[in-house]
């Protein structure tokens, strides 16, 4: 189904927040739509928090409007109706603080009460998404105990415990250890799987290259790009791709030249030198292309036909985005790179 | 990583209490939430009113001990005890609303309790739990001297009951200027050293000034004036007798200078407020701190 068929649920429209004369977002547009996971990446200082406390009233935009789906129609979000139009949807900004002496089952059966669920099911409910970040044998240990990773998993938790169509998250997964990220991962896209819609933000591009539908990239406030990971991909028009050889060769730089000049003819840039670089961290050699698939397979049968002994050739999603982000928020647009607005105004779809 | 979904959200919400019910669930909630966070501060409020009771006890049986005469009155006796009330209840007052507010700005909780409530909701239930733990550790306080009393003389003058609901009503105006105190200030601790300077300084200051520039107005409009009312409740001394009930004479005339009766400048003291004037003084007091403290709180947002 294509990204532009399917419901917007919630529309930002020209949002703006100034604090004194320093504008913190500035004419942020962007629609987000039913079922997917949008990913929203800047740096820090940035504006994603900000954004997200407005969505959530907890600062009052200086202009522009919030429209969120309610009844089958999209609402203009006002102080009168924010309890209505935010209930079904699941906040967790910034590094979530609890309450010291607390404990998880206490808390989120007061969240759960405020959002309405219904009582006789709040005990099973909590069991579950404890069980979700394996915080369960943590139930009933006050959260003075637990360390930064685990309030974070309870924020995460907290903003589910309703279960909610919606969920909004900041940087969730901030202070995470590696398998605790990848099981964050895991349990968005199952979320998605339900038919519900996140909205996260992160300054970690691998988590969101690998689960975002869409990437809005946020700097200084504005909006800068707004697409499909693959689009963003296309626009950054300066792909690496990484190839690794069987057995790293005594003369790297003369393999490093042998693999230039295979690959030089192929690559869409018009670079014409430069293309290849070896990473000494990874031990394997980098070629830099414009990341169209018709170009990586010709690179891939050239090598193949000129018997380089490959055993790993790929382009790993988040280099392509870092690439990109790192090149849109230096505000480098170089001849290889789409115009940032091209990027935000094309909506390709998958 | 099991997510069961085991019905629809439109069925679900159609058990989801609305309007008015909905309100009262949230607030009943946030009330029984405040009491359970507030545990810990109330066993060390009720460790306050032991310590302040011991305090006083001992300073009576030192006094006893060094042959001064024992009060010939359940009642007087009491208001020995009651010395010390009007501080006793601004500790518990900032304890218990010197972070109503403050706190979820300061360390951010608020992020995670909004937008799941109203600021209304919120501030209202939060104000019921909190108070009423304040009003409880008053309330040991009450007990310890009242039984102490009745050991003692075997019986309890009726007017101790007047004296606690006076230091309830008294109980809830300190705890409103600390919420309104807290409804703006950045940081908790900024709200309770700010809270003790007006309550311990500034209004003393100003019934000093009042006094000492012999103006005639009662200081209605100093708090801790109303703080006198909890003792003279109970009763008085007058050239050496105790008196039951509020005095009739509400001030005290005098002069600066050589001597007593000097001719230097007069001054008036105000005793202690009569019944109308408290009650009218302390819920005015009480309503205008806590509407303004919820007006700050509605507009304030988060950093």
Redesign the interface.
């Known amino acids: 189904m294509p990204q532009n068929n399917k419901e917007i649920i919630i529309n930002l429209k020209n949002l703006t927040k100034r ?1 004194g004369s320093f504008t913190a977002v500035s004419n942020f547009n962007l629609e987000i739509r039913k079922g997917e996971i949008i990913g929203l990446l800047g740096p820090n200082g940035a504006g994603k928090t900000t954004t997200m ?1 407005m969505i ?5 935009p200086d202009e522009g409007e919030i429209w969120i789906k309610d009844n089958g129609n999209l609402e203009l979000l006002t102080g009168k109706n ?2 209505t139009l ?1 209930d ?1 949807i699941g ?1 967790l ?7 010291e ?2 404990t998880p089952r ?1 808390i989120l059966s ?2 759960a ?6 009582k006789k ?1 709040i005990p099973k409910r909590i069991e ?1 998404v404890l ?2 970040v394996g915080l369960t044998d943590w139930i009933d240990k006050k959260v003075g105990t637990f360390s930064k990773g685990m309030k974070q998993k309870l ?1 995460v938790v ?1 903003a589910l415990i309703h ?1 909610p ?1 919606i969920l909004i998250l900041d940087e969730p997964q901030t202070g995470l250890d590696p398998k605790a990220r990848r ?1 964050t991962r ?2 968005f896209l ?2 998605k799987n ?1 038919g519900k819609t996140i909205f996260l933000s992160s300054h970690l591009l691998y988590e969101v290259s690998e689960i975002s539908d869409r990437i809005a990239i946020i700097n200084q406030g504005k909006l800068i790009a707004f697409d499909t990971m693959k689009n963003l991909e296309m626009a950054s028009k300066d792909i690496k791709l990484q190839i690794q050889l069987m057995e790293l060769p005594v003369d790297i730089e003369k393999k490093r030249v042998e693999l230039e000049e295979i690959i030089l003819p192929y690559t869409g840039l018009k670079l014409k030198s430069k293309i290849v670089s070896f990473n000494p961290e990874l031990k394997i050699f980098e070629a830099r292309f414009n990341g169209e698939l018709t170009n990586q397979r010709k690179i891939l049968e050239e090598l193949t036909k000129k018997e380089i002994d490959i055993v790993n050739f790929s382009v790993p999603r988040a280099n392509a985005l870092e690439d990109l982000y790192i090149q849109l928020i230096a505000g480098v647009a170089t001849e290889e790179v789409a115009e940032p607005q091209a990027i935000i105004k094309g909506d390709r779809g998958d | ?6 019905e629809t ?1 439109e069925s ?2 159609d ?3 609305v309007g008015l019910k ?1 309100s009262l ?2 607030v009943g ?2 009330v ?2 405040e009491f ?2 507030n ?2 501060n109330m066993f060390i409020s009720f460790g306050i009113a032991v310590g302040i009771y011991i305090l006083s006890l001992v300073i009576n049986l030192i006094q006893e001990g060094r042959g001064a005469e024992s009060p010939a009155s359940a009642g007087e006796y009491l208001t020995s005890y009651l010395g010390m009330i009007g501080f006793f209840i601004l500790i518990i007052a900032v304890m218990f609303a010197g972070n109503i507010i403050a706190l979820d700005y300061d ?6 309790i ?5 600021k209304g909701r919120l501030f209202l239930g939060r104000v019921i739990a909190r108070y009423l733990l304040s009003a409880l550790a008053v309330l040991v306080y009450y007990v310890l001297i009242g039984a102490t009393a009745l050991i003692k003389y075997g019986d309890l003058p009726i007017e101790i009951l007047a004296s606690l609901g006076w230091a309830m009503l008294y109980t809830f105006a300190v705890f409103a200027l600390v919420a309104f105190f807290s409804s703006f200030l950045k940081k908790t601790s900024t709200t309770i050293v700010v809270s003790l300077v007006m309550m311990l300084m500034v209004f003393n200051l100003g019934t000093t000034i009042l006094m000492m520039t012999g103006v005639t107005w009662e200081p209605l409009f100093i708090l801790t004036y109303y703080a006198n009312i909890i003792t003279y409740s109970v009763g008085y001394s007058v050239a050496g007798v105790f008196v039951i009930g509020l005095p009739t004479e509400r001030f005290l005339e005098g002069s600066i200078g050589p001597g007593v009766g000097g001719d230097g400048p007069t001054f008036m003291r105000w005793i202690t407020p009569d019944v109308t004037g408290a009650i009218i003084g302390m819920i005015i007091y009480s309503v205008i701190l806590i509407g303004a403290a919820y007006l700050f709180f509605r507009r304030r ?3």
């Open positions: 604090f406390k959530a009233r907890l600062l009052n924010m309890v935010l079904h906040f900004i910034e590094n979530p603080t609890f309450y002496h607390m206490k007061y969240f009460i405020l959002k309405g669920y219904p099911k579950e069980a979700l924020g907290s279960d169509d099981e895991e349990m199952k979320l339900q | 990583m099991n997510i069961v979904k085991e959200i679900r919400m058990k989801v209490p909905k669930t949230q909630a946030t029984t939430f359970k966070r545990l810990k360390k951010h909780t608020g992020n995670l909004f937008p799941k409530i109203t947002q988060q950093k």
